[in-house]
């Protein structure tokens, strides 16, 4: 990871849930292999996120963060390429929450989506604590301390990183000025030349006095295009720009990705909850079993009935396994009753256990030495911890909890 200070910082976290299952691996695993060729990528078990829904079985951590670890690396995630670690062994987290908790106002917790969704599917367990309605401010910790510039969700998870905007944006403006904020401004405003400081100094009157868009957007055009700049300097003039003081914890963008639904072996989304996961690393037998004996086009009561692959759950793998040659074969195979239902699953169930080898192949050093695993998380946990120790040692000297 020597490079890794010239390219963007991701960062992404996952409960401890126990081993995780394919639908985890195309939606989120596979994107982390790709994010950590290209990023300086932070990954991270939220053990601690985990706690905020099943404090009272600690348990569950014990027995399977290891296990959800292996699995990241039989995904391919690479500890020369990403940084892995596990959340509460960076106690600095804790401290950011606590930190950000004293300037995020309750109404913004209370507004969030998830957090009255949540209440109401997650039956038998009393989550009216503070550890649930506060766990976004403990989420955009996570983001904030390490200072990553993009964050990869869903959909459903956007409005958490606009909570984390707002708060790094209200902390910025709480603590982000100096006694000679605005002196060093305009010092480095003089950088930029008298004609861009003109445009900038303009552009700042009518992004303050009227909320115009296009002028905020032109000041961070200049900065950004200004040579000579340091990035303290940068950081102030972008807070400047904004009538507020330096960016001391950045604004971390969404990074979207493509939506994951992929199936269970019931044609729901594969999720524990439903019971319909096939494993990572499961038995081939009985992966071959549950394949074989997935419910198809209900249509279909005998071999000779015509079929409607749309209809079927199986047909919703062959869309993430099979290439369309093969996938208009067999679609015409099972309109025309050409084929059975088996021999529309014979294919899938090669190619499934094919990638079910690779991956316990790419776990099995791992599992015949644990030790490895520690030692992984030890470096990664080594490293998260100097990072956001970097970041802290900042936060509290603009806090005021540095005492010379």
């Not at 003081?245 to 971390?252: D, K």
């Not at 009935?305 to 759950?313: A, H, L, R, T």
């Not at 776990?363 to 100097?386: L, N, Q, S």
Request: one cysteine or more; proline letters at 5%.
């Amino acid at each position: 990871m020597s490079d890794s200070v010239s390219r963007e910082r991701v960062l992404s976290g996952m409960r401890v849930t126990g081993r995780l299952h394919l639908g985890h691996y195309h939606g989120v695993l596979k994107n982390w292999v790709m994010l950590q060729e290209k990023c300086d990528s932070f990954y991270f078990v939220a053990d601690w996120h985990a706690l905020t829904t099943h404090y009272e079985e600690p348990g569950v951590m014990q027995r399977n963060v290891w296990e959800m670890v292996i699995d990241w690396l039989a995904a391919g995630v690479d500890p020369t390429k990403a940084t892995l670690f596990i959340q509460s062994r960076i106690p600095q987290h804790a401290e950011l929450h606590l930190l950000l908790s004293m300037v995020t106002p309750l109404g913004w917790l209370e507004r969030v989506p998830s957090f009255k969704d949540q209440q109401q599917k997650i039956k038998g367990r009393d989550l009216a604590t503070y550890g649930f309605l506060g766990y976004p401010v403990l989420q955009s910790a996570d983001i904030l301390i390490y200072r990553a510039s993009q964050v990869p969700v869903g959909e459903d998870q956007v409005p958490h990183i606009e909570l984390t905007r707002e708060i790094a944006r209200r902390f910025n403006r709480v603590f982000g000025k100096d006694a000679v904020f605005e002196e060093k401004a305009e010092q480095a405003l003089v950088k930029l030349g008298k004609k861009a400081a003109d445009q900038f100094r303009r552009a700042r009157r009518a992004w303050l006095q009227e909320g115009n868009a296009d002028a905020l957007a032109q000041m961070n055009v200049l900065i950004d295009k200004a040579d000579g700049l340091g990035d303290e300097e940068r950081e102030r003039l972008h807070g400047y720009s904004e009538g507020g003081g330096r960016s001391i914890l950045p604004e971390p963008q969404a990074l979207l990705t493509s939506a994951s639904k992929y199936p269970g072996v019931d044609g729901q989304k594969m999720s524990k909850s439903y019971d319909n996961q096939i494993n990572m690393r499961d038995d081939p037998d009985r992966v071959a079993n549950v394949l074989r004996t997935m419910p198809t086009d209900p249509a279909r009561q005998r071999r000779n009935d015509p079929g409607d692959p749309d209809k079927c759950p199986v047909w919703s793998l062959h869309k993430v396994y099979t290439d369309s040659a093969l996938q208009q074969k067999l679609a015409e195979g099972c309109r025309s009753a050409a084929i059975g239902c088996l021999d529309c699953k014979k294919p899938l169930i090669e190619v499934m256990l094919e990638e079910q080898a690779q991956l316990r192949a790419r776990a099995k050093p791992y599992e015949d030495d644990p030790g490895e695993v520690r030692r992984t998380i030890d470096a990664g946990c080594e490293r998260a911890m100097a990072v956001a120790e970097e970041t802290m040692q900042e936060v509290r000297d603009v806090v005021g909890t540095v005492y010379r």
